[in-house]
DNA sequence: TTGAAAGCGCTAACAA
DNA sequence: TTGTTAGCGCTTTCAA
């Protein structure tokens, strides 16, 4: 009787099946049932055979947690956004998802919800999972941030924006573009009293700036730029346009940060028996689906949200097989839509 | 010269700092370690603020992966949604994350995109994640699919929807009860000739299907039913508004699939200038946020779901932690909120 | 309160 | 083509 075999320790995993299940009703060893299922060209046609039959009677689900530990590779791609509720990134995070999958990979998506310390905690979760890639909305300022993705050795793509100083891969457009060539369309339509309706968002400041910075140059007058919390409401374009025409009322031009904000603008002039764009032209920003089918139809820019999403996976795949991507990159410019409204 | 020696396998993992490195450097044992990590009570107030320190120190971030293949305890829960973009769900899986984030949780993200296919490929990549819980928009009808998440053994929460045979939990609403109490809603507002524009979607479907009914029993006349591909679209409403009038021009009233389609209606109504709600009113489904604030604003059928998501979340974090959720099905119920359209 | 041993389920490295 | 061995980084079990 020996006492250190009643005393074995044993422990109990999930109690799901495992490879070695599959291998032993194969009759072959755990590593030749591995390579049926993940590379079955390396393994004989008899072998292949037993495994997978032995997979089929098990209803065997490999454990890619176990997999990836062991191969540091999760399969796994983290993304972080703002919000998910009406965001004008949730083409890119469809596209980029649907791309992933294709390619075996699994998304996990965050929620920063613009707080930066939610952000922070977000980050460390994130590369606590050890995804195979990082997907970033915007670019990371926080010097904290981009010192713990830097550190985590994990490829990292930056989106929807543009920097001298990327983290790593970067697939954006320039704001201050749209801002400048917005102003410069306006202009050209013989509109001389512009104003500007924003988000508190950085990038929206940027776009406000850069056009502000155009109609100087060109306009009767100081851009009037009214500023609103959310983008994502119609309310707060409606209340911003109150506003707006009670500062100037004369004002034959509007730019929204976003087309929400816009279709708010047009919902209160409306109410006000104001023509668009007979009195007041108005170009918002994102390109929402529906609203191409309004009537009026609103005028916007539009960025191909999609393209970068499917452009992001392929980055993040490329870099994840360890193969390197060049160059890293990319500017997907943007597009002023004509429609109704101008 | 021991050739065993110089022939040692060696086997690089991640390269990132682990837990050792950290136990190593505050001079404890691992375990000692990883309890002043994640279970600081446990350990005595000098070793954990020697832990601590070279926590900090080393910048180390736990792998979960690991953790989550000793424990058995992946701390991710996974959702699967149809679609991300312009998405009723999206409200609940906002909340449901959060609420999830706060808790420990990541989300995993999959999109079924409507396809059956498609939908047992991502459950098959979902379960071999080896999440704590599942999420599932709708109830989930393929037999194979039931059968393969009874056999994974891992909580499942189906939503937005009600049915006798859960696979496991449940928070929902009727249907049947909603499409009874809208054409209630609007025979009792003297309606008498009433249509339904409607997605193809298996519970648009059963909420046409009892609206038809109760107004057989009050209606003058047949209900018109007119099918629509895509309810996220506004240019399907239209375009059904226009087959609608031309079937039956005399409709006094319609119940749209989705907000989105009642928006395309009022689009068509106003450019034919038909007037809502005098000569029809409009009732939608969803209360998408903007709707709201639009003028005339929407009459439509309110979902909480927010509070779905948030269940949810609760729902799954208790039986991660291994007890038991009584009851285990919640109707959730849902308002009609009467504004100018009706 | 702390630690040693064992092992979660898989794959990389090497050998045959 | 197949198998042996070791170990990914952590936590459970048991013992002190």
Redesign the pocket.
């Known amino acids: 009787m020996n006492?250190k075999v009643n005393?074995?320790?044993?422990?109990?995993?999930?109690?799901?099946?495992?490879?070695?299940?599959?291998?032993k009703l194969a009759?072959?060893?755990?590593?030749?049932?591995?390579?049926?299922?993940?590379t079955p060209?390396?393994?004989?046609p008899?072998?292949?055979k037993k495994v997978l039959d032995a997979v089929q009677r098990t209803g065997?689900?490999?454990?890619?947690?176990?997999?990836?530990?062991?191969?540091?590779?999760s399969r796994l791609i983290a993304a972080i956004v703002p919000s998910t509720v009406m965001s004008v990134f949730m083409e890119t995070i469809e596209a980029l998802n649907s791309t992933l999958f294709d390619a075996g990979y699994q998304l996990m998506l965050g929620q920063s919800g613009y707080s930066a310390a939610r952000e922070e905690k977000l980050l460390d979760a994130v590369i606590g999972r050890r995804p195979d890639g990082i997907f970033l909305t915007g670019v990371m300022h926080s010097g904290k941030g981009r010192t713990r993705l830097l550190a985590s050795g994990i490829p990292v793509v930056e989106t929807w924006d543009l920097t001298r100083t990327p983290i790593d891969m970067l697939i954006g457009f320039s704001h201050l573009d749209i801002g400048h060539e917005v102003a410069k369309f306006l202009l050209g339509k013989g509109r001389r009293r512009l104003a500007v309706i924003r988000a508190e968002d950085e990038r929206a400041g940027r776009r406000a700036t850069a056009f502000a910075e155009t109609v100087a140059r060109g306009g009767q007058r100081d851009v009037l730029v009214v500023n609103v919390g959310d983008s994502r409401s119609l309310k707060s374009g409606r209340e911003a346009m109150v506003r707006l025409l009670a500062q100037a009322p004369d004002t034959d031009a509007i730019f929204c940060s976003s087309d929400l904000l816009a279709l708010g603008v047009m919902t209160e002039a409306r109410a006000r028996r104001i023509s668009i764009p007979k009195q007041i032209a108005l170009v918002g920003f994102g390109d929402v689906p529906f609203l191409a089918d309004m009537v009026p139809a609103l005028s916007t820019v539009r960025i191909n949200g999609a393209a970068i999403g499917q452009q992001a996976a392929h980055f993040l795949i490329e870099r994840a097989e360890g193969r390197p991507v060049s160059p890293h990159i990319v500017d997907v410019g943007f597009s002023i839509v004509e429609r109704d409204t101008t």
Chains 1, 2 share one sequence.
């Open positions: 006492s005393s074995k320790r044993t422990r109990r995993g999930s109690g799901a099946i495992t490879l070695r299940d599959v291998a009759g072959v060893a755990p590593i030749t049932a591995s390579r049926a299922v993940n060209g390396q393994v004989s008899e072998v292949l065997y689900v490999p454990n890619r947690m176990a997999g990836g530990l062991a191969s540091s590779r």
